[in-house]
T-cell receptor
Framework: DGGITQSPKYLFRKEGQNVTLSCEQN?????MYWYRQDPGQGLRLIYY???????QKGDIAEGYSVSREKKESFPLTVTSAQKNPTAFYLC?????????????FGSGTQLSVL | GNSVTQMEGPVTLSEEAFLTINCTYT??????LFWYVQYPGEGLQLLLK?????DKGSNKGFEATYRKETTSFHLEKGSVQVSDSAVYFC????????????FGSGTRLQVQP
């Protein structure tokens, strides 16, 4: 059963704490992405990776970090520098970076601040 | 840079009404255009796409035509159902530079029985 798995579904962060959101795909896709969704707003790109061991900043990378050590995994760390982390986080992947390719999305992680 | 502008919601319709959700874009080159749908608490699913000018994407009764002259990709459906209630996102993917999807702000559709 191929797809993208995000975990946990709900996550709570204390002040000053770093938290890591997991994203795993078994689609053998080269490219992976992290988006942030705020209520009533569109998706904004945080980071993306076109290939293993390489990643690029998106539009709102400040306060976040990523790694891409394995093709199937693209974890996102929300650091204490991110002052407003409450949002719905979506991970996505695509076979490559071609303009005609669609993105496949995970079911998301809702992050809230305690 | 690339950008997508969608009509604001929510859009509230009665069942079997005609739906139009407007979407316009700004991009260089020849982007591909997409409509995604999001049901509550879930990720996004591709609804339809068009990859070149004058292409029409269609799926589940929804249609959208890639109009380069008006830089538009409006979503239409002739007869909506309660099950179509969701948030709809217009998006583009450029053929140059950054290859990630750029999304509009989303339009919430509420269909009443």
């Amino acid at each position: 059963d191929g797809g993208i798995t995000q975990s946990p579904k709900y996550l709570f962060r204390k002040e000053g704490q770093n938290v890591t959101l997991s994203c795993e795909q078994n689609l053998n896709h080269d490219a992976m992405y992290w988006y942030r969704q705020d209520p009533g707003q569109g998706l904004r790109l945080i980071y993306y990776s076109q290939i293993v061991n390489d990643f690029q900043k998106g539009d709102i990378a400040e306060g976040y970090s990523v790694s891409r050590e394995k093709k199937e995994s693209f974890p996102l760390t929300v650091t204490s520098a991110q002052k407003n982390p409450t949002a719905f986080y979506l991970c996505a992947s695509s076979p490559g970076g071609g303009p005609k390719e669609k993105l496949f999305f995970g079911s998301g992680t809702q992050l809230s601040v305690l | 840079g690339n950008s997508v502008t969608q009509m604001e919601g929510p859009v509230t319709l009665s069942e079997e009404a005609f739906l139009t959700i407007n979407c316009t874009y700004t991009a260089t080159g020849y982007p591909s255009l997409f409509w995604y749908v999001q049901y509550p608490g879930e990720g996004l699913q591709l609804l339809l796409k068009a990859t070149k000018a004058d292409d029409k994407g269609s799926n589940k009764g929804f249609e959208a035509t890639y109009r380069k002259e008006t830089t538009s990709f409006h979503l239409e459906k002739g007869s909506v159902q309660v099950s179509d209630s969701a948030v709809y996102f217009c998006a583009l993917r450029g053929d140059t530079g950054r290859r990630a999807l750029t999304f509009g702000s989303g339009t919430r559709l509420q269909v009443q029985p």
